[in-house]
Nanobody, 119 residues
Framework: QVQLVESGGGLVQAGGSLSLSCVAS????????MGWYRQAPGKTRELVASISRDGNTNYADSVTGRFTISRDNAKNTVYLQMNSLKPEDTAVYYC?????????????WGQGTQVTVSS
């Protein structure tokens, strides 16, 4: 089974930055589009950023201009640089392949990494 190990979360004040990493143990990493997702308490999971195998990126409107997704295929790792953090960015952040929404509930997820932004 694929292992997804997220790290880099923590507690930061509003306006601060964090850098998340996710190592994916999949032999097909380099050909998969990858995504960073988040789930806040009481809210549904949302896709915040995705990156194609060729490096093309997409972002949710709420993070555009503040978050940057990148990948290193040699390390099977996807990154999320988060700047100008806001309290509403508080959530558990997960990485995964860029899944169709109808597969999110059935997909295998890692443990995630907690991001807490204080006001």
């Amino acid at each position: 089974q694929v292992q997804l190990v997220e790290s880099g979360g923590g507690l930061v004040q509003a306006g601060g930055s964090l850098s998340l990493s996710c190592v994916a143990s999949m032999s097909t990493f380099r050909i998969n589009a990858m995504g960073w997702y988040r789930q806040a308490p009481g809210k549904t999971r949302e896709l915040v950023a995705s990156i194609s195998r060729d490096g093309n990126t997409n972002y949710a409107d709420s993070v555009t201009g503040r978050f940057t997704i990148s990948r290193d295929n040699a390390k099977n790792t996807v990154y999320l640089q988060m700047n100008s953090l806001k309290p509403e960015d508080t959530a558990v952040y997960y990485c995964n392949t860029n899944l169709p929404r109808n597969l999110w509930e059935r997909a295998h997820w890692g443990q995630g990494t907690q991001v807490t932004v204080s006001s």
